[in-house]
């Protein structure tokens, strides 16, 4: 009768399920220290202890990994500090994208200039693209450069003079999301095992940092 057998490492890792009879499992290539039992078990989810195939218990946090030697969930600086930077980039690719990571709402910047008050989209490419539309319109001898707000749906033409600072501030309120990147990162890095007593304890300090940025969004 054919049936499911599950093959392991020898460190108790199964990495290959078979469908077939006693038999030709008899006959199976093993390397040293490897072996099989019945049952269909996937190697995401089960590990052999030496007599059964047991369930990995629940992953206590995104950072920990599975020692199979002692067969439970581990932590290691480097790995919570991988973690950590992973997190810190993804956050801020979305701020590039304009959207707050906590909440998904768009990030933006109230500019201020003369009699005008315009609140303006804080992204990567806003104040790049700010920039070329005022460089366009001085090339071309205008005095003023249409601007689309927030909300998209208020074109207002904007001298140039007042056009420029406004520029200036959206150019400030990015630049503070990336200082704010960079402290984050350093914060980080600066975590390192010889400055405290056990690995523990510098892992600790490491999930203390709260990787969150400071924005104005809706």
């Not at 979305?94 to 008050?117: N, W």
Request: glycine share 6%; hydrophobic share 35%.
């Amino acid at each position: 009768m054919r049936q499911a057998y599950s093959v392991y490492f020898a460190n108790g890792q199964f990495f290959q399920t078979c469908i077939t009879t006693a038999d030709e499992m008899a006959s199976f290539p093993l390397d040293e220290g490897q072996g099989f039992i019945e049952g269909g078990y996937p190697g995401d989810k089960y590990y052999f202890d030496g007599e059964a195939a047991v369930k990995f218990p629940e992953k206590p946090d995104a950072s920990s990994v599975w020692d199979w030697d002692a067969k439970v969930w581990t932590l290691s600086l480097s790995d919570v500090k991988a973690t950590a930077l992973v997190t810190l980039t993804n956050k801020y690719t979305s701020l590039e994208a304009g959207k707050d990571p906590e909440t998904g709402d768009s990030v933006y910047v109230d500019c201020t200039s003369g009699d005008y008050s315009i609140r303006l989209d804080c992204k990567k490419d806003a104040a790049e693209t700010f920039e070329s539309g005022i460089s366009l319109a001085t090339n071309q001898g205008e005095e003023t450069t249409p601007i689309v707000d927030f909300y998209d749906n208020v074109h207002t033409d904007v001298p140039l003079a007042d056009a420029e600072v406004m520029n200036g501030q959206q150019g400030v309120a990015w630049r503070n999301i990336y200082l704010q990147k960079q402290a984050l990162r350093t914060a980080i890095n600066a975590i390192n095992v010889d400055d405290y007593d056990t690995e523990d304890e510098a892992i600790a300090a490491l999930q203390a940092i709260d990787i969150t940025f400071t924005v104005n969004a809706e």
